[in-house]
């Protein structure tokens, strides 16, 4: 009996260490937390809002910094009431977290603090950090990049994830080991699925979305944000438009957006409420 309790004890913390290794559940489970998303998107077949639930795990084994600060953000109420949108030529990722839509209007949520890049290549490190991939079912930590480097790998640039996430509705593999992959979500959940096959959905069409043009004007370090429909928007009548130039960051360059909208001009799909769970 003895025997078989060694070699059972054997197998499993073998089994567990395989495990560990391909970064597919945690060797410290006390790092993994989890957060409920309530989310609602509209249905444009049946004219009505839909609310959805996304259960998702926060891997702190693997990105300790970014989840914590995240915890601290959702406890703080940051991200209810956050618009899902996506980035023009950025069409395998939907966003969450830096806009709120209020009176019609896009407005930018609270700027948050800047975290080290949690993966390979990131920051001050040369490896280590989070090992998962950008694919479906996971969620990112979305950064900046510098102006003179748009290949995503300049130092600084690694180090300017804050807040905003991106969630891959498909393998982005030339994030890998550049972005903080730091949450996992299980697509087999019904509830989960249902979520993300309702936000993929309400980008298949651009009847579903109008598309805003964010920019900046002023100088770097004090900058004013502006955000108006593309089809008002006339570059030609700002003269302080602000374009980023050496180590600047290319994130506050003008870029076009794309938030889905019902009939009526309301916001289509934003998170309800986020909270974490035991």
């Known amino acids: 009996m003895k025997l078989l309790k060694k070699v059972l004890t054997f197998g499993v913390a073998t089994l567990m260490t395989f495990a560990c290794t391909l970064g597919l559940t945690a060797c410290s489970t006390?790092?993994?937390?989890?957060?409920?998303?309530?989310?609602?998107?509209?249905?444009?077949?049946?004219?009505?809002?839909?609310?959805?639930?996304?259960?998702?795990?926060?891997?702190?084994?693997?990105?300790?910094?970014?989840?914590?600060?995240?915890v601290s953000y959702v406890n703080d109420k940051y991200y209810d009431g956050t618009v899902f949108y996506k980035l023009k030529n950025y069409s395998n990722q939907i966003m969450i977290g830096d806009y709120k839509f209020e009176n019609n209007s896009l407005v930018k949520n609270a700027e948050m603090p800047t975290v080290e890049g949690e993966f390979t290549y990131g920051g001050q490190k040369t490896e280590g950090g989070s090992p998962l991939s950008a694919k479906k079912g996971t969620i990112g930590l979305w950064r900046s990049w510098y102006a003179q480097d748009d290949s995503y790998t300049g130092r600084a640039g690694?180090?300017?994830?804050?807040?905003?996430?991106?969630?891959?509705?498909?393998?982005?593999?030339?994030y890998n080991d550049y972005f903080c992959i730091f949450a996992q979500y299980d697509l087999a959940d019904d509830a989960n699925n249902?979520?993300?096959?309702?936000?993929?959905?309400?980008?298949?069409?651009?009847?579903?979305?109008?598309?805003?043009?964010?920019?900046?004007?002023?100088?770097?370090?004090?900058?004013?944000?502006h955000c108006v429909k593309s089809v008002d928007f006339d570059e030609s009548e700002i003269e302080d438009l602000f374009e980023a130039e050496d180590d600047q960051y290319v994130s506050f360059n003008k870029t076009e957006i794309q938030v889905p909208v019902t009939p009526n001009g309301e916001l289509a799909a934003k998170i309800v409420k986020a909270e974490m769970v035991k």
């Not at 249905?43 to 839909?50: F, H, I, L, P």
């Not at 936000?199 to 298949?204: D, G, P, Q, V």
């Not at 805003?212 to 370090?221: I, K, L, N, R, S």
């Open 194 to 225: 249902q979520t993300i096959t309702a936000l993929t959905n309400i980008f298949a069409s651009a009847d579903n979305y109008e598309t805003y043009v964010v920019y900046y004007t002023g100088e770097y370090g004090n900058l004013t944000y």
């Open 158 to 174: 690694m180090e300017s994830g804050s807040a905003t996430w991106f969630i891959p509705t498909q393998a982005i593999d030339s």
């Open 30 to 70: 006390a790092n993994i937390q989890k957060l409920k998303l309530t989310v609602e998107v509209y249905d444009y077949a049946n004219d009505d809002q839909v609310e959805y639930t996304m259960n998702i795990d926060l891997y702190g084994h693997l990105a300790e910094d970014t989840v914590n600060n995240i």
